[in-house]
């Protein structure tokens, strides 16, 4: 998501603070919105809507070693990128800020393939949300765009961002199991998160991941842990990030190393990757 950025002073409940190392990027990936680590020895990262679909494989340093050319698709909007365990990476074309597209999809591509390959063809999940009808409806109602997509082994999980005027701080949750995987599916909340009301700059989920049965989701300014339970996301914890910048992009390793990544902005420095060790395990 391309953004002017207002640096505003605030305070927050629950803060901790741990020792990261940071990386620059290359100038290839300025808006990288999508990170996801594979075995603890690579990442597989993509740019956001506007640039080519390419799927990026980089070290643990954020080199890049290997690119994939999705070539039956475009990146009209990719927001973010996970994988099933099961050898496929999914990837949501779903970035929809005004809330006005009708071709909002999940890409599925085949993991050996991106690793060996510089072209591969994707399985697309085309899908609608239930509750809309009106592309787009009014400001009140600007709650179908989403930046996060979660896999936790079974389910696919679309966390919607809110854009909403006035802004209500409400993120839709949606599930999507993995053996119902179609084209033309229709989504209907599962349940509903509410982070706050300072608007999306920094109540707004721009990422998310899956990590030991909890789910951690993004804003540009903290990592924010959920347990589920039934129908209900129970706070856990709150990370306060030492930066605020474009955070557009986490993961974990198996170690529990959290990994966040940060598109280039003008006001805030280039692209890079943060690596944040103890505080995902910690406590």
């Known amino acids: 998501m391309k953004f002017i950025i207002f640096l505003l002073v605030f305070s927050v409940q629950t803060t901790s603070f741990f020792s990261q190392k940071e990386y620059e990027l290359s100038k290839k990936l300025k808006e ?20 080519k679909p390419i799927i990026y494989v980089l070290n643990l340093k954020g080199k890049v070693l290997h690119q994939c050319v999705v070539s039956n698709v475009k990146n ?35 993991i050996k393939q991106v690793l060996n390959r ?14 809309q009808s009106n592309f787009p409806p009014s400001k009140v109602k600007l709650n179908y765009d989403a930046e996060s997509l979660v896999c936790d ?5 679309v966390f919607s961002k809110c854009n909403d005027k006035p802004y209500s701080g409400v993120s839709f949750v949606y599930k999507i199991p993995l053996k119902n995987l179609a084209s033309n599916m229709i989504l209907r909340p599962f349940s509903t998160i509410k982070t706050g009301k300072r608007g999306w ?17 993004s804003t540009y300014n903290r990592l924010i842990k959920y347990k589920l339970k039934k129908k209900t996301f129970e706070l856990k914890k709150t990370l306060l990030y030492k930066k605020f910048n474009q955070k557009e992009a986490i993961s974990i390793n198996s170690k529990g190393v959290l990994y966040l990544a940060n598109e280039k902005n003008k006001l805030l420095g280039p692209a890079s990757l943060r690596v944040i060790k103890k505080w995902i395990n910690g406590n």
């Open 76 to 110: 009209k909007d990719w927001e973010d990128i996970t994988c099933d365990g099961k050898g496929n990476l999914f990837i949501g074309d779903f970035g929809n800020n005004l809330s006005k597209r009708k071709d909002l999809s999940i890409i599925k591509v085949p």
């Open 153 to 157: 082994g079974d389910n696919l999980w």
């Open 32 to 51: 990288i919105s999508g990170i996801r680590i594979y075995k603890d020895s690579v990442i597989f990262a993509h740019n956001d809507g506007g640039n």
């Open 118 to 131: 510089s072209e591969v063809k994707a399985s697309v999940y085309s899908f609608q949300y239930k509750s």
């Open 201 to 217: 700059l920094f109540d707004s989920f721009t990422a998310g991941t899956y990590y030991k049965g909890a789910f951690y989701l």
